[in-house]
């Protein structure tokens, strides 16, 4: 099969199209997702595709997602099928890289969660002391777990911008006292609870990503993606130490190599060689199997 670049379901309405996802409608209650094989750094989605990306981040986030019902609800549909609204040429098309979803409002806010000091939260704890405005004990090390997890929510930016990180305040002014501490304390439980359970198959979840959305009755949902290799930071546990970056099963392998080429990170982005989209899904492949397997 090649690489899913941008879907073509032509029995639906396309609404939107993000970095990396595809939305359509399917009636006035439902909407289909497709994971494309896109990838996006530092805001930007890259011309190239990474073959069966899309497949693994889907059988991620529904895993995540059933995983983490004790917790909340999911977006997941469990009343309509694939084969129900689509032809055999689309079911083949999209291969496993779809999932049908409730359709619910989302929550403008993107539900950070640090559990170790790494990447731009350690570049700012380097020259305040703090995470986002969260003031961390001193002599703190690179890569270091913290004491207790902190929420760093940011904004949910448009494709081509850059998300911002904003303070709990923010978010309060934003959806509401009661349900930005909700969110909070959702986005905590089911960090603590991926983070055990990734940790005792060999992945250490440095961070991670969460969006939510509400139903009619105000009830939120985990929605759009979980805790997969484009929204969270899997380090290898068997090589983790402090004062270094870790071995990772993520795009921040991506990152690192764009990092070498002079790239301003603006559009348009540059082509990754073969060996990087190899590496990169092997990555992947790595960081499912690990959690996945047997379960």
Same mark, same amino acid.
């Given at each position: ?8 379901? *032509? ?24 994971? *494309? ?19 693994i981040l889907t ?16 977006? @997941? ?10 032809? *055999?040429?689309?079911?083949? $098309? ?32 380097? $020259? ?34 850059h998300d911002e ?40 979840i440095a961070d ?33 130490? *402090? ?8 795009? $921040?392998?991506?990152?690192?190599? @764009? ?37």
């Open positions: 099969m090649q690489p899913l670049y941008e879907s073509n379901i *032509t029995s639906l309405t396309l609404i939107n199209k993000g970095k990396v996802r595809d939305l359509y409608e399917v009636d006035d209650k439902h909407l289909l997702i497709v994971t *494309t094989d896109r990838i996006s750094a530092f805001d930007v989605v890259l011309p190239t595709a990474i073959n069966g990306k899309g497949k059988e991620m986030a529904a895993f995540w997602m059933n995983k983490a019902v004790s917790i909340l609800p999911n977006q @997941l549909a469990d009343k309509i099928k694939l084969a129900d609204i689509l032809t *055999t040429k689309e079911l083949q $098309q999209i291969d496993g890289r779809a999932m049908l979803v409730k359709k619910l409002k989302p929550l403008p806010v993107e539900a950070i969660v640090r559990g170790y000091l790494v990447g731009s939260g350690w570049q700012e704890y380097q $020259q305040t002391g703090s995470v986002c405005g969260i003031k961390l004990p001193n002599d703190l090390q690179l890569a270091q777990q913290l004491p207790e997890p902190v929420f760093t929510p940011s904004t949910k930016a448009d494709v081509g911008e990180n904003i303070s709990l305040n923010t978010v309060a002014k934003l959806i509401g006292k009661e349900k930005a501490e909700k969110v909070q304390e959702l986005s905590i439980k089911i960090y603590k609870m991926a983070a055990e359970f990734a940790l005792d198959r060999g992945i250490i991670t990503k969460f969006e939510f959305g509400e139903d009619e009755n105000g009830t939120i949902h985990l929605i759009d993606e979980a805790l997969t290799p484009d929204s969270s930071r899997f380090w290898r546990a068997s090589t983790y130490k *402090t004062g270094s970056n870790p071995e990772s099963f993520d795009k $921040q392998y991506i990152r690192d190599y @764009l990092e070498t080429l002079d790239w301003d990170k603006q559009i348009p982005a540059p082509e990754l060689p073969q060996n990087i989209i190899d590496a990169t899904i092997e990555k992947y492949q790595e960081a499912q199997a690990r959690l996945m397997e047997n379960n």
